[in-house]
């Protein structure tokens, strides 16, 4: 049994993901077997890319009935918990549906660049994916798209007009906009938080 498995897939920031972790003592697997996937202790989902070719490949190698049947604490990193939601406005593609929400595109405003790049701040919950993380952390964000604010929201985010969600949760499942892998001190923090959760928290 893996401790921690990232899922292999043709979208992800598997590197700077593994990077992070091996810097918090953890020696990530890699896989997209099913049953490595369905033994491991955590499973994290990485994501940079789009999301119709992400939803094409996972139904090709049937990842997403895989990713579907987790019961274990699994956390989805930028598009990853984007591919959570119901569905995106990116191509209207159908997508994994742990949340029934929808990925909606960021709307032009005066002086608002598209993608969303950089650091920002979060205004978080009592989550624990967020224990002992101060509110109004700076974490690092690379997205055009955004998941509205809703009851499944443990973090939020302003950008222009627009407050987002910046994490999600749900039963075992987590997601974040943002890249803790990219967030210095308090994306490590977040990502410890992650490899400490027993499932009873959740």
């Not at 075992?172 to 994306?187: A, I, L, T």
Request: aromatic letters at 10%; charged letters at 15%; hydrophobic letters at 40%.
């Amino acid at each position: 049994m893996s401790d921690v498995v990232i899922v292999k897939y043709n979208a992800g920031n598997i590197r700077s993901v593994s990077c992070a972790l091996h810097r918090l003592g953890v020696d990530p697997v890699v896989s997209d077997d099913p049953k490595v996937l369905g033994n491991a202790k955590r499973v994290i989902f990485p994501g940079v890319g789009e999301a119709s070719t992400a939803m094409e490949y996972l139904r090709k190698t049937h990842l997403d009935e895989v990713l579907l049947s987790l019961t274990q604490p699994f956390l989805g990193i930028c598009l990853g918990m984007q591919l959570m939601c119901s569905l995106s406005e990116e191509n209207q593609t159908t997508c994994l549906g742990m949340y029934d929400l929808t990925v909606t595109r960021f709307k032009k405003e005066e002086q608002l660049k598209i993608p969303h790049m950089g650091w920002n701040t979060l205004a978080c919950s009592t989550d624990p994916l967020f224990a002992g993380v101060h509110d109004n952390p700076w974490v690092y964000f690379v997205h055009s798209y955004y998941v509205p604010s809703s009851f499944h929201t443990i973090a939020s985010c302003t950008y222009g007009s627009t407050t987002f969600s910046a994490a999600l949760g749900k039963d075992n499942f987590r997601g974040v906009q943002f890249h803790p892998e990219k967030s210095g001190p308090f994306g490590s923090a977040i990502l410890q938080n992650f490899l400490q959760i027993k499932e009873d928290a959740l």
